[in-house]
């Protein structure tokens, strides 16, 4: 989960970075992915409003999804996905068509809306185990000083 939330840090995203990070059943890192513009889509050339007559919605590709097309097709069948935010509607189609056995996230602060629960709904039918994390782990710190 560190490299997940590691990789949300470079979400450009004002309100909601979220990162998600793939391993093999050995644990061995696949892929990593943020929520950002598609590539050659430049971070500052499209809106980051939430609300009004252009927003993200349409460009920014979730974390998820970036992780599964950042693994350049190699099989992620039986491995595990550790994501910052419950996965929407969308992502957990690609969860489920990827392979992905289970994945464990850290919140579900839209747990609530449709495209949430739709996720669940199919989550829960295709067998794909999910687990929030609750840790006593406030932070991590990273040191650049190499002794």
């Known amino acids: 989960m560190g490299i997940a ?11 909601t970075q979220v990162g998600a990070c793939i391993v093999s059943e050995d644990n061995i890192i696949i892929s990593t992915g943020y929520n950002g513009m598609p590539k050659g889509c430049s ?5 980051w409003e939430r609300e009004g007559r252009d927003t993200k919605y349409p460009y920014v590709v979730h ?5 599964i097309l950042n693994a350049h097709g190699r099989s992620l069948q039986g ?15 690609a969860i ?8 464990y996230y850290l919140s579900d602060k839209y747990a609530d809306t449709p495209s ?11 067998g794909v185990k999910f687990t929030q994390l ?6 991590i710190t990273l040191n650049f000083k190499i002794n």
């Open 5 to 15: 939330l590691l990789a949300a840090q470079r979400s450009k995203d004002p309100n």
């Open 43 to 47: 971070d500052d050339e499209y809106p």
């Open 63 to 67: 974390a998820e999804l970036n992780a």
């Open 79 to 93: 491995s595990k996905l550790y994501v910052t935010l419950f996965p929407c509607n969308e992502c957990a189609k």
């Open 96 to 103: 489920i068509q990827s392979g992905v056995k289970e994945f």
């Open 116 to 126: 949430t629960l739709a996720s669940k709904r199919m989550i829960e039918s295709a």
């Open 134 to 139: 609750d840790t006593t782990i406030d932070s």
